[in-house]
């Protein structure tokens, strides 16, 4: 679908915009094309987001049309805004708060059952300013999390606190327990991206859980054991096929369930961003009074006792770093040998990036270096995630289409002719 808009500049030209597709899942590709503007027009291509947190983010290129008055942003160059070269999708993954937002915010959509609207316009000019100037064309795309037919359902039960995202039909499908980071809260999006691919997906709470606020108490394995067990019995799940997949100190309890788990038998798992320990010792700051968790686990520790000894895993095993991870010792983690000595080395996948940072999120999602989180709801600092944007959002691309392949073939025991 071509979604369009236009503006009649003068009596001979009549700019013309189109995205397509206009609607689409938010790791697709699309096609951002202007035309009939007058050769040698210079232009800017800019993108608004209002997110649900009641701010605004930002993106946009400087573009000249050709000889036949037309940009493609997939084939053309930028020279100059917040991307430069031939960036399809710079639009969205250079994303950044308007001038005048608060600081250290970071982009992340609650409402999975709503859309990622992108208003995509098209200014006079190379604008860096975009307040009062008036739009040559305007469209707005929406990015949804959720394809057609995925459905969300609230769980509640044996004290969970969890969503389950199921894709269309009747299964039964492969399924796939999701685990976030240190911040907690019950975190959806993941999850119903991967319900969009095949997979049934439960991203669970386990550090902000219901039963953890009444109770006070951090929640022991047998409640992970419990999240396996609901996606083990569900009927549109096929129990003998499930997949563990954390990011950050997700890793380390993804790791742990993996290897000690009596009851939990995964299939593989997915670990990004992460460590197989856990050894506290100090928190550095930079100048800017900005958190670099890193150190907590620095050096490597060389007791056994304090690491999961991975040595011990039976499933395969994604991992997903990136080499300029200022949160978390993942590089460091990862030249871990335990797997090499014990022999199950070629259980191992590693994809390692270099300059991206921590929060490797699905592809084209706004890079964030630093960021307010709430550690453990006990307070708030910002903290430094690391990354360089372009290097950054490389990462994110590839790490996706490697996972999604990568849980293809180990949940479904064949590639995915679409990956």
Wanted: hydrophobic residues 40%; proline residues 6%; glycine residues 8%.
């Amino acid at each position: 679908k071509i979604c369009s808009f236009q503006l009649r500049m003068d009596k001979k030209h009549c700019v013309k915009l189109s995205v397509q597709p206009s609607r689409a899942l938010v790791d697709e590709k699309f096609i951002v094309l202007v035309q009939n503007a007058p050769p040698g027009f210079q232009m800017t291509i800019h993108s608004l987001h209002h997110s649900e947190d009641g701010h605004s983010w930002e993106a946009f290129g400087h573009y000249t049309a050709d000889a036949t008055g037309t940009v493609n942003v997939s084939q053309d160059h930028s020279v100059g805004g917040t991307y430069s070269g031939v960036e399809p999708m710079g639009l969205l993954w250079s994303l950044r708060p308007v001038p005048g937002s608060k600081s250290w915010l970071r982009f992340r959509k609650m409402n999975v059952e709503t859309p990622m609207e992108v208003a995509i316009s098209v200014y006079q000019g190379h604008q860096t300013v975009f307040v009062d100037q008036v739009q040559l064309a305007s469209v707005v795309a929406e990015r949804w999390y959720m394809a057609p037919g995925v459905r969300r359902i609230p769980v509640t039960e044996s004290d969970l606190t969890a969503t389950l995202f199921l894709p269309p039909g009747p299964g039964p499908f492969p399924g796939v327990l999701d685990l976030w980071g240190g911040g907690g809260q019950l975190v959806e999006y993941r999850s119903a991206l991967l319900a969009s691919h095949g997979f049934a997906s439960l991203a669970l709470d386990y550090l902000t859980a219901k039963i953890t606020l009444k109770t006070g108490k951090m929640v022991e394995n047998d409640y992970f054991e419990t999240a396996y067990k609901f996606l083990q019995e569900h009927p549109q799940v096929s129990g003998s096929r499930i997949a563990m997949m954390g990011l950050s100190f997700g890793t380390a309890m993804t790791l742990k369930m993996a290897v000690y788990s009596e009851v939990m038998k995964l299939s593989c798992a997915v670990c990004i961003s992460g460590t197989d320990f856990l050894s506290i010792t100090k928190v550095c700051f930079t100048e800017e009074k900005q958190a670099i968790y890193r150190d907590l686990l620095l050096p490597v520790p060389t007791d056994p006792g304090m690491k999961v000894d991975v040595g011990r895993l039976q499933c395969p095993l994604l991992l997903i770093v990136g080499e300029d991870d200022q949160n978390w010792a993942a590089p460091e983690s990862a030249q871990d040998e335990m797997m090499e000595q014990a022999g199950n080395s070629h259980l191992l996948t590693l994809r390692s990036y270099p300059n991206a940072g921590h929060l490797i999120e699905p592809p084209y999602s706004p890079h964030t270096r630093a960021s307010i989180i709430n550690v453990s709801c006990l307070c708030t600092v910002v903290v430094l995630w690391g990354g360089d944007t372009v290097a950054h959002s490389r990462a994110q691309e590839d790490a996706w289409r490697k996972t999604l392949a990568f849980l293809w073939e180990n949940l479904y025991g064949r590639k995915n002719s679409a990956l």
